[in-house]
């Protein structure tokens, strides 16, 4: 996990959660407009598309669920361009924890670096190219 | 652990970091000539510069009897980039969700 941050958001647990799992709500804050199969995430094995304005398409599947308390999406391994075309992406994992806080609920989010930027796999590489 | 959190990892070690930093002025070094100037035992540089080689951000030639150490730093700017871009773009959805929740907790 690289990504890491942490926020108190003012609300309670329901509502965060909703944020979180409702289409409608998602799309409000996430940067792309979110479609997930039934309008919900309810349950691991969910999917759900991610439109962002430049007609860049993701999808991505929860592998884990636990009601207001836990959400881990995985992106799928490829990505969809304005014109369709289609093209491989490193899978990575979004992670959300909720917890009761005094001021609400406090939210961690952890966001995995995709594989290919691992340093050593870029070592070898430079190594076998020489 | 991810691969790439051992580049992470590797510089959350203020004695690494300096390595590090010594390397990046030197050019190069040898463990004994680390242990000299940092005034750290040759044992502990070596231990350090093993986990430094583990992230790729640095090589080794041989010198001699000793082994050289170079930094590779493609590794950290590339890892650096990443997390600089990705932890930008969470900080814009944050205060998103944060407004969005504000506005309408439902």
Redesign the interface.
């Known amino acids: 996990m690289l990504v890491n941050r942490t926020i108190v958001l003012p609300a309670g647990l329901g509502s965060v959660w909703s944020a979180l799992t409702d289409d409608r709500r998602l799309s409000l804050w996430f940067g792309a407009e979110v479609a997930i199969e039934g309008g919900r995430f309810l349950r691991g094995g969910s999917r759900a598309a991610f439109t962002w304005s430049d007609g860049r398409r993701r999808a991505a599947v929860v592998e884990a669920l636990e009601s207001q308390r836990l959400l881990v999406l995985r992106w799928l391994p490829f990505e969809q361009d304005a014109e369709g075309v289609t093209r491989p992406r490193d899978p990575s994992t979004i992670r959300f924890v909720l917890e009761p806080h005094l001021d609400g609920t406090r939210l961690r989010v952890t966001e995995d670096a995709p594989e290919h930027l691992d340093p050593r796999a870029e070592l070898l590489a430079g190594t076998s190219a020489r | 652990m ?7 990892t590797a510089l959350s070690d203020p004695t690494r970091r300096e390595v590090i930093e010594r390397l990046s002025v030197t050019g190069g070094a040898s463990a004994t000539e680390l242990s000299e100037q940092m005034t750290v035992s040759r044992q502990a540089i070596v231990k350090h510069l093993h986990a430094l080689n ?4 640095v ?1 080794t030639e041989p010198a001699g009897r000793q082994k050289r150490y170079r930094l ?1 730093p ?3 700017g ?2 650096m980039t ?2 600089t871009a ?2 930008a ?6 205060d ?7 506005d ?3």
């Open positions: 991810s691969s790439i959190d051992h580049v992470f583990d992230a790729g951000l090589s590779t493609k590794p950290m590339q890892a990443w997390m990705v932890g773009e969470w900080d814009n959805r944050l998103a969700l944060r407004r969005t929740i504000t309408d907790p439902a």
